[in-house]
């Protein structure tokens, strides 16, 4: 299977605080991106990453990645409350735009 | 506004039965994908369609069907071959190697 693996699968911090998921994969990628799902909800997509970026930046995420180490993760800085849910990240292994997910990681925010 | 509709939003299916779940989209997306999701787990491919009249099996296609017959269409149609179809169905559409835009799901139960 070429689904990634995510960790951790839960994560639990209080607001304020920073929250890093990573992610990994097994081959060559074109590019990886981060969605957010809430309880029972469809997913957002939050940020796109190219194979030949390193590091993309988008408000109080930032996303990094190591195509040698086939990884990524993903940072939310001052995190809050609104920001417990779901978070996956998919794989474009350039198979006519079909995206891999992964298992996905559960955040809990506490006030 | 642009979006992606998936109709309805709790189903109920008894043994035996077909049933099948909505997708429309608005956004002029060439590819459409449909996704099983477990709980706890990430999403898994069913169907997925880059063109209209056009579609290819994903990883779990066996007890699904789906048809593209409009650009901004694609049913998917739950067997009774299928046999344990309980999950949340989540229908996604895309425009080129960029991020999907997801619907906001349908919840599928056998009674």
């Known amino acids: 299977s070429q689904q990634g693996e995510e960790d951790p699968q839960a994560l639990s911090i209080q607001e304020g605080e920073n929250a890093t998921m990573n992610c990994s994969y097994k081959?060559?990628?074109?590019?990886l991106q981060w969605y957010r799902q809430n309880s029972g909800r469809g997913l957002v997509h939050l940020i796109l990453?190219?194979?030949?970026?390193r590091e993309k930046h988008s408000g109080r995420l930032r996303v990094t990645l190591d195509t040698s180490k086939k990884s990524s993760s993903l940072l939310i800085t001052a995190s809050r409350a609104a920001d417990t849910a779901s978070y996956f990240c998919?794989?474009?292994?350039?198979?006519?735009?079909?995206?891999?997910f992964g298992q996905g990681t559960e955040l809990s925010v506490k006030p | 506004d642009g979006g992606i509709t998936q109709s309805p939003k709790y189903l109920f299916r008894k043994e035996g039965q077909n049933v099948t779940l909505s997708c429309e989209q608005n956004?002029?997306?060439?590819?459409m994908y449909w996704y099983r999701q477990d709980p706890g787990q990430g999403l898994r491919l069913i169907y997925y369609?880059?063109?209209?009249?056009?579609?290819q099996k994903g990883d779990i296609a066996e007890g699904y069907s789906v048809s593209r017959e409009k650009k901004e269409s694609f049913p998917l149609t739950v067997t009774s071959a299928q046999k344990n179809p309980t999950a949340f169905y989540l229908c996604?559409?895309?425009?080129?190697?960029?991020?999907?835009?997801f619907g906001s799901g349908t919840r599928l139960t056998v009674v």
């Open positions: 996604a559409s895309s425009h080129g190697p960029s991020g999907y835009t």
């Open positions: 081959t060559s990628i074109n590019n």
């Open positions: 990453i190219r194979s030949n970026e």
């Open positions: 998919a794989t474009d292994y350039n198979q006519g735009g079909k995206l891999i």
């Open positions: 956004l002029n997306h060439d590819a």
């Open positions: 369609s880059q063109i209209v009249n056009d579609f």
